[in-house]
């Protein structure tokens, strides 16, 4: 009798873990999105109970789709285990204590639907169980791609790092570079450690010569993880601004942060600074190390500048100075005056490394936009789209904004679910966001009418037509609505996409 009652409980659990793998799998994409982090998905499943664990969820578009990374299979796994023994052991202990059919039958249903209810808490108990062995794992990947660099002398590398900015900087140096070297960069926003290892470890090759490495960091220290892993010697510090306030909590936290790179670099190193930017200039006075200023202001302090700048709806032409008079006129297909400071950036490492004006001008007019980033998009409608969908933050909506203001004919129109991640200052950024909105835009889509009602204060606060305001639940309903304002000729800038995390 037990023995089939126990064959019992594994061919039923068996079934019901098959049925279970979907949910679970929907919390294995919430724990990717957090970044495997226990502590930030805990507080993700606190904030969004409702979606977490009701069984008729609302179908959502799904932007970023989970990946069955080695690491993800190995927690998909995990959770799997810790599930059976979850709902093995009452069931095994009690019903074989208790010799009563319905009395197992009962136990057997009621752990079945305790288990497959709780997975997404099951999945955070099994991400903390699972951190050793990662931790362990990631070491052993780190260790091999520092080797892997320390092992290249001739190696130039360059690390970038900023709260906004350092993406398109990035390919913008490696742009450049590329007129005169073979360049490495690490793709997309792989700015971690993991992602910078994986790069190091399988792209990086002898005929190499410079690895730009992005830098990216929500906590103190992370930085200089990354500058001890990828140990460059160039540093290039783009901005600092309210990003990640929930985990920074203060400016003075996100400058410590972003100034490890500097720290890091070694005594030949040098370091370069956006100077016209009020937090980096304070870091910049106090480095003694080798370092060059870059900007628009004070350009006596500067080391590499732009002048005669003109910005156009197609892009931007400016002149290219130094400290030492040389001068080249430059052209841009890249929208916006705040992208002439990431070119500048690009310039200063170019002549670093040696490259002459005339390079570093031809290396300009060859950069591309990043997607998603202001990119500017003909819709064979005729509507003009500017697609800055990636990530917003104070600074970028501004400029964002300013780029749409360069258009005079059309209708300008804004989808938008606001701004993220800037802890006690969003509501109130985000309303500034709207009085902003309000000089600049004829319509205004705004994504989730909660997280959105501080702009929709501000554009009042505008004396924003109200007629004009459209408030939908999420970016197919916005399209929907697009389609009945705009028409050829209109220019539709879409500002900032949440991540699939988000939500009201």
Known sequence: ??????????????????????????SLHMVQLEGYDAEHYLKWLGSNKKRAYSFSKEVQPIKKPLVMTQ?????FRANLVLSVIIYSFPVILLGSLIDNVIFTAILVLVSLGAVYYLQPIILAWSTILMKPVENRINMGFYTSAQNKIRSREDLKVVGITGSFGKTSTKFIVGTILSERFNVLNTPESYNTPMGLSKVINNDLK?????????MGAKVIGEIRELAELAQP?????????????????????????KYELIEELPTDGVAVFNY???????????????????????TEKLDVYAEDIQVTEEGSTFTLRDREGNSIMCSTKLLGKHNIYNLLAGACAAKILGLSFEEIARGISKVEPVEHRLNLIKAPNGIIIIDDAFNSNPIGTKAALEVLGQFKDGK??????????????????NREFGVNIGKVCDYAILVGEKRTRPIFEGLLESNFKLDNIIVVNNLSEATVELGKISKSGDVVLFENDLPDNYSE
């Open 206 to 214: 002898d005929e190499h010569e410079v690895f730009i490495a992005e």
């Open 1 to 26: 009798m037990k023995l089939q009652f126990i064959l019992l409980v594994v061919a039923i659990g068996s079934v019901f873990m098959v049925a279970a793998a979907k949910r679970t799998k929907e």
């Open 71 to 75: 690491r993800a299979t190995r927690l």
């Open 233 to 257: 010697k160039i540093g290039i510090l783009t901005s600092i601004g309210p990003v990640h306030i929930e985990t920074f909590k203060n400016i003075d936290n996100i400058m410590k942060t």
């Open 412 to 429: 300008k129109i804004i989808v938008t679910p606001g701004m993220i991640e800037l802890g006690d200052m969003e509501e109130e950024a």
């Open 276 to 298: 016209d930017n009020e937090h980096i200039r304070k870091l910049a006075d106090k480095t003694f190390k080798e370092k060059l200023l870059y900007g628009f202001e004070n």
